[in-house]
C-alpha cells in the first residue's frame, strides 16, 4: 500500500508531459521574414505571416482591454510582427509590436484612411515590460493601402497610435500568397 501512495505522484507528473517533436497545423497561413526592411527598425527582426479563411475579432477583456482573436471565416488576417530582444541577462526585456488587420478575400484593391480603419479592423499590439503602455489599441489615424493577385499580397501603411508611444509607424511589404 505504501508504496502505491509512493507511485501514485510519478503517474501524475508523467501524464502531465508536454507534447514534444513536429506539430502539424492544418491552418493555411503563409509566414516569411521580412527580407527588405522596410519599415524594419535595424535594431530587431520583422515577420509578415497571411491567415487564410480566418476573420479578425477584437474582444474586450474584464479589465477593457483589447486583444485579438482569429476565428474561421472567408476573409484573410495580416498579422505584421516587430520583435527586438532585450538586453543579455534580463528576464522581461524583449520588447515587440504587433499590426493585425482584415482583408476581404474578394477585394484585389483597398484604401483605407482615418476612421475608415476600422472596416479593416487595424489593431496596433505593444508587449514589454512598460507599465501603461503595453497592450492592444484600435488604430484611426493612419492610411492603408493593399493590392492582391493570386500570387502576392502588396500592402502600404502609415499609421500614428495616439495612446503610446511606437517604433514601427510605416510598413510596405510584399506577401506571397
Not at 1 to 12: G, H
Not at 61 to 71: I, N, Q, R
Request: aromatic content about 8%; hydrophobic content about 35%; glycine content about 8%.
Amino acid at each position: 500500500m505504501k508504496a502505491l501512495i509512493f507511485l501514485i505522484p510519478l503517474f501524475v507528473v508523467n501524464a502531465c508531459k508536454t507534447q514534444t517533436g513536429t506539430v502539424i497545423s492544418s491552418e493555411n497561413t503563409n509566414m516569411e521574414q521580412v527580407e527588405n526592411k522596410v519599415g524594419c527598425p535595424e535594431e530587431g527582426a520583422c515577420t509578415v505571416a497571411v491567415h487564410k479563411n480566418k476573420n479578425l475579432v477584437i474582444k474586450e477583456d474584464g479589465t477593457g482591454a483589447l486583444y485579438p482573436e482569429m476565428v474561421a471565416g472567408e476573409n484573410m488576417v495580416v498579422v505584421y510582427t516587430y520583435s527586438k530582444e532585450g538586453p543579455e541577462g534580463t528576464v522581461d526585456g524583449d520588447y515587440s509590436e504587433t499590426i493585425h488587420f482584415e482583408i476581404p478575400t474578394t477585394a484585389e484593391n483597398l484604401s483605407k484612411e482615418n476612421a475608415s480603419l476600422s472596416d479593416v479592423k487595424l489593431l496596433y499590439g505593444k508587449q514589454c515590460f512598460c507599465r501603461g503602455e503595453a497592450g492592444f489599441y484600435l488604430i484611426t489615424n493612419g492610411k492603408l493601402l493593399v493590392e492582391k493577385t493570386d500570387q502576392a499580397l502588396v500592402f502600404d501603411l502609415k499609421f500614428k497610435v495616439e495612446k503610446t508611444s511606437q517604433v514601427v509607424s510605416n510598413i510596405t511589404e510584399t506577401v506571397k500568397l
